[in-house]
């Protein structure tokens, strides 16, 4: 992949000899200049997951990896791949009318009812903050037509991305006979989504109240922890079934780098010790050490 050229005026920074292979999405489009991360000098920090990957966002240049390309499932961190076919569909402000089936799923819910009224932006919202599977089930039988009409969008998506090990099912990451990913195509995913500002604003929200069509309202909470712990994390996606164990797509900004981490398979003890350790690795380093 070609280097990333600096904006505002600033001289391009001198080719590096590649060290790790580049994820296939294009480069980021910012405003300030890019400092593309080199491959920290320490040792990895040692992780319960699985499956685990870091990827420079600027550049998608792999940090640290491990087991990044083994088929597994990966539960709820697939509705950033949801997500991104809603916004493919087009009118995100198109109104979405509750249907019975929507609501045919396991918890966590929303607790929708049939013929209720929202925007897909609304819900939107709700399934990257809330990870709601009743709201998955909405969004994908209202853009795809059915679930199985949806899927198949998400896995013509997921093929234009080059995510080369991935098959989806369901919008949910409900477990299903035939649906995986791997930790190398999600942070493939998560880095197409980091270029959204809206899905990006959505990730970051720490919480908001969200207003039913009878006036109820409800406080909804983010389910990653790292925002509230971490002052660089600024999304992405949680994940958790018993077959997929505990997932984490995290996303972080300090120095003007940013990194995405994805964890697979760590448990509940782990998992946000798991990501906060390699969130801190790539990225809290002497911005000098990024031409090393």
Known sequence: MASVSSCVGSPPPRRQPV?????????????????????????????VAESAIVIDV????????????????????????????VL????????????KSDTVCEPTKLYLKPGERYSRRELLKVLMVKSANDVARSL??????????????????????????SHFVNPNGLPAPGQYSTARDMAIAARTAYQSRLLRSYVATKEFTFRYSSGKTRQLENTNRLLKSVPYCNGMKTGTTNAAGRCLVAS?????????????????ANVWKDSE????????????????
């Open 58 to 85: 600027a550049s998608g240049r792999v940090l640290y990896a491990r087991n990044a390309d083994l088929p597994r499932p990966v539960a709820s961190t697939q509705k950033i791949m949801s997500a991104l076919c």
């Open 252 to 268: 972080g900004s300090l120095n003007g780098r940013s990194v995405i981490v994805v964890v697979l398979k760590s448990n509940s």
């Open 19 to 47: 060290a790790a292979p580049a994820l296939r999405a294009e480069p980021v489009r910012v405003a300030e200049p890019v400092r593309v991360a080199a491959t920290p000098l320490t040792p990895p920090p040692a992780v």
């Open 277 to 292: 350790k390699l969130l801190r690795w790539a990225l809290e380093r002497p911005v000098a050490a990024q031409s090393q």
């Open 88 to 99: 493919d569909s087009g009118n995100i402000d198109s109104v979405v009318t509750i249907e």
């Open 140 to 165: 994908a039988r209202d853009v795809g037509g059915s679930q199985e009409g949806f899927a198949a969008r998400m896995n013509r998506k997921a093929a234009s991305l080059g995510m080369r090990n």
